[in-house]
């Protein structure tokens, strides 16, 4: 293990992100995972600051056995003309417990003179204060020199005075911020180097994103000499977010052969993301470096006939190192390669099978060309592909007719019937359905003349249905392309339906999405 700190501020910078509103209880369990992930540091809050973070505080005490990573507690140097000591929120901070304590400062000469409304003399002072009585508390002490580039750029001997004053008082390590986030991965190599050579102090980073080379920079400042790297989980944070702490450490583990997290744990980082997203309730971001879905997903029939030579010849590291998958994507960008490495996903030998293969491409980029799209139902394509190698469709029920009507009473809210006829189980069937709209009124329907026959069906549930109506443009009459999302509880799959109704289209994909809920049962046609 080298000297470096990985420093995760997910819980304070990453919940100042516009619509994320963290409880405690949410706090908690993010901080859980992020001891697994195996963090050096999790700053929990700013104690003091609100209710929410004293508690989070006071109940991690109680709660929280960290197995690897430290509690760290932020907040602010004192007010101006105020003694350390007696600060409310300083003594928050003692409060809080936490083992570290991390403390914001200015270093930005306007910052102080306009912002904080001080003198430069007096900001050393509570620099220096603040510091001096938390560590002679029994505190490790950790300084965040906020708008430190800028203010290193404006002057130069001031930031850095603030820099010596921490470190001279007891801060552990001092972290240059770039807080507007508008620095570039050269500006921050030379000043933390400048920085490093005009201090002695251990020096750490913290970036934003406003150039989107948060990730970027703090790699630049490890490599001029930083050995503290803050950053958030998903790079969550203040307007376009931190540094991505997962991209953060996987580059430096994976690229650069500093290993800071036990490989082991690394080999979590995308479940761990995926779960904090959960908790967080904002969605994973499907391109995220590393840990995003499409991270190790391929489309294009030229890699996958690489691939399936060689998987390294189409990705930069191996998949498994972060926890996740290479997929292969369906398409009118997939070649024969691609079906058969898709095939071998989905469990079919399909190498030699060079008729079989061409006709499912050729199938597969005309039904695109009519509106269809594979790499997003990925359940749709599975069943053409077993029909294509079962040489039919596979076909739980005969539709005989379905009709769905809507209508409102009284100006009352709109209300769908739906009506299905069919064949299920050697019986003819005709059941109706009500919703709050046609594809409601028809999924009922649908499900409640199969229960008969396959009462398996109970424990789908259509969770999400997305329409978009594609123009004329796209090669052919305007048509509706629907996806919907069905889950059995603990997985989920996505077919696919396009009609110049949308009605038509919303059955298409809804068949689709019930007959592969029963397929991927094991549930035999009866
Ligand atoms: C770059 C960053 O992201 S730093 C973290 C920022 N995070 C947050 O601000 C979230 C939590 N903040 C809060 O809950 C509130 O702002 C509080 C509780 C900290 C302060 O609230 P209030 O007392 O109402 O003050 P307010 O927010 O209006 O202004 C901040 C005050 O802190 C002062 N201040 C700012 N930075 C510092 C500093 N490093 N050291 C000492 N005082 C500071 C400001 O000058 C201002 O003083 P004033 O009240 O005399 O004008
Ligand atoms: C401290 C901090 O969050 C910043 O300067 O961006």
């Given at each position: 293990m080298t000297d470096l700190h990985v420093y995760d501020t997910t819980l304070r910078d990453g919940a100042q992100q516009e619509g994320l509103n963290l409880s405690v209880a949410d706090k908690l369990d993010i901080a859980r995972h992020l001891d697994e992930l195996g963090?050096?540091?999790?700053?929990?809050g700013w104690p003091g600051a609100n209710p929410k973070d004293t508690e989070f505080f006071a109940l991690a005490q109680r709660e929280l056995s960290l197995r690897n990573a430290t509690l760290a507690a932020f907040g602010s140097t004192?007010?101006?003309?105020?003694?350390a000591a007696d600060d409310p929120m300083v003594r928050a901070l003692l409060d809080s417990g936490a083992p570290v304590v991390t403390l914001v400062a200015k270093s930005h000469v306007r910052h102080v003179e306009t912002?904080?409304?001080?003198?430069l003399a007096e900001n050393l002072a509570m620099v220096r204060d603040t510091v001096a009585f938390l560590h002679g508390e029994g505190r490790r002490v950790f300084l965040d020199a906020e708008h430190f580039f800028d203010g290193y750029l404006a002057d130069r001997d001031y930031a850095l005075e603030v820099l010596r004053t921490a470190a001279e008082a007891g801060a552990e390590v001092v972290a240059l911020c770039?807080?507007?986030?508008?620095?570039l991965p050269p500006q921050v190599g030379d000043v933390v180097a400048e920085a490093l050579a005009g201090t002695q102090a251990r020096l750490g980073i913290h970036c934003h994103n406003d150039t989107g080379c948060a990730v970027a920079n703090s790699l630049a400042a490890v490599a001029a000499g930083a050995t503290h790297v803050q950053g958030t989980i998903n790079g969550y944070g203040e307007r376009t977010g931190n540094a991505d702490l997962l991209t953060v450490v996987s580059n430096l583990q994976l690229k650069l052969g500093q290993p800071i997290v036990p490989e082991q744990r690394l080999r979590e980082a995308t479940r761990i993301a995926h779960a904090i997203s959960e908790v967080t309730n904002v969605p994973p971001y499907s391109r995220q470096p590393y840990v995003g879905a499409s991270a190790f997903a391929h489309k294009a029939g030229l890699h996958a006939s690489a691939i399936r030579i060689d998987a390294d010849l189409y990705q930069h590291t191996d998949p498994m190192a972060v926890g996740n998958d290479m997929r292969m994507l369906v398409s009118d960008m997939a070649g024969r390669a691609s079906i058969e490495l898709k095939g071998r996903e989905l469990g079919y030998d399909l190498s030699g099978e060079t008729e079989l293969l061409s006709r499912v491409v050729e199938k597969v980029k005309d039904l695109e060309l009519r509106g269809y799209t594979f790499d997003a139902a990925d359940a749709s394509f599975e069943l053409l592909l077993r029909a294509e190698v079962e040489g039919e469709r596979l076909s739980y029920f005969d539709v005989e007719s379905w009709r769905v009507i809507t209508d409102s009473r009284d100006a009352g809210e709109a209300v769908s019937e739906a009506t299905v006829k069919l064949v299920a189980g050697g019986a003819r069937v005709v059941a109706t359905g009500e919703g709050n709209g046609p594809v409601n009124a028809l999924d009922h329907a649908l499900r409640q003349a199969l229960s008969g026959a396959y009462p398996e069906l109970d424990k789908l549930e259509l969770i999400d249905f997305r329409v978009r109506i594609l123009d004329a443009?796209?090669?052919?009459?305007a048509v509706t392309r629907v996806l919907i999302e069905t889950s059995d509880g603990s997985t989920s799959w996505e077919t696919v339906g396009v009609a110049p109704n949308i009605v038509e289209a919303s059955w298409i994909a809804l068949v689709d999405g019930v007959t592969y809920g029963l397929l991927r049962q094991g549930i035999p046609v009866r």
């Open positions: 963090v050096g540091f999790i700053e929990g004192r007010r101006a003309g105020t003694v912002a904080l409304r001080t003198t770039d807080t507007n986030g508008g620095m443009a796209h090669g052919t009459d």
